[in-house]
Structures are given as C-alpha cells and as structure tokens.
C-alpha cells in the first residue's frame, strides 16, 4: 500500500510539472542567437535587466528581455526562447539596488538614459545571418535615488 501511494504521488507531481506551457506560440517568429554583454566604466555589470524594443518605436507582441549574469553577459530570449527576431532594436538597460530593509530607499544604479528606448544610444541589428555577440558599456557608475 505504501509503494502505491508513493507511486501515486509520483505520477501526480510529474503530471502537475508538466502541465506548464513551455512551447513556442505558431505566431513567434524565427529566433537567432544573440548574447549582449553590458559593462559599466569597463567593468561587467551583474543583475542589469536587458531589454531590446524595435528601433522604429513599434509595438511588440513578444519581448526580448533577460538579465546578464556575473560577468555581464546575457544570452538573450523572447518570450522565454532562446534568441532574438530579426529586426533592428534599442537596447535598454536598467538596474536597481532595492534596499533590504521595509520602505527602505531604492536607487538607480544605470543612468537614466539607458533605461528609456526613447533615450537610449545603444541599438543592435539581428539580421538572420549567424549569432550576434555584442558589449555595451552604461557609462559611469551612479547611485540615483528613484522617487
């Protein structure tokens, strides 16, 4: 009896974990390897959320957003895939140090700049034509405090 109800429990967690949807919407188009690796004063910046939006302001059904790792880098994804559609794209990068005590302070540690595709100097291209591999530094160090 024992052995049933383990196996039973078994068959319920494996049926429950894989009841998450993790396929590709028909309408996501062709993704392509892209990894953006983002410095600040040269230096690789952990914990920055990426996010690219379409160069020519239009809207987008399926972002492209992750956050780059320890060195920096950050292999991109849309929609939880990996890779980016073709198309020319703002780069936007933000980070925030939110403090750990309740209603402690929280500061903008990129530029204000970079964290606007409507301000932000940095743009990639993905042409369907082989991974794209490209660093952007944010510029000096800041410490912004977010109202």
Do not use: W
Request: glycine share 8%; charged share 25%.
């Amino acid at each position: 009896m024992k052995h049933l109800i383990i196996i039973t429990l078994l068959i319920f967690v494996t049926l429950i974990a894989g009841c998450r949807d993790t396929s590709k919407p028909v309408d996501l188009p062709k993704l392509y390897p892209c990894t953006i690796t983002i410095t600040q004063e040269g230096v690789p910046l952990a914990g920055a959320m990426i996010e690219l939006l379409p160069a020519d302001g239009s809207s987008v059904k399926y972002r492209a957003v992750t956050v780059t790792g320890e060195d920096g880098k950050a292999a991109m994804a849309t929609y939880r895939h990996a890779g980016v559609p073709v198309g020319k794209f703002k780069v936007v990068v933000d980070k925030d140090d939110f403090g750990a005590a309740k209603n402690a302070d929280t500061y903008r540690l990129v530029e204000a700049k970079y964290s606007s595709a409507e301000t932000t100097p940095l743009e990639i291209e993905i042409t369907g034509k082989g991974r794209v591999e490209k660093t952007f530094d944010v510029g000096k160090a800041v410490k912004v405090l977010v109202k």
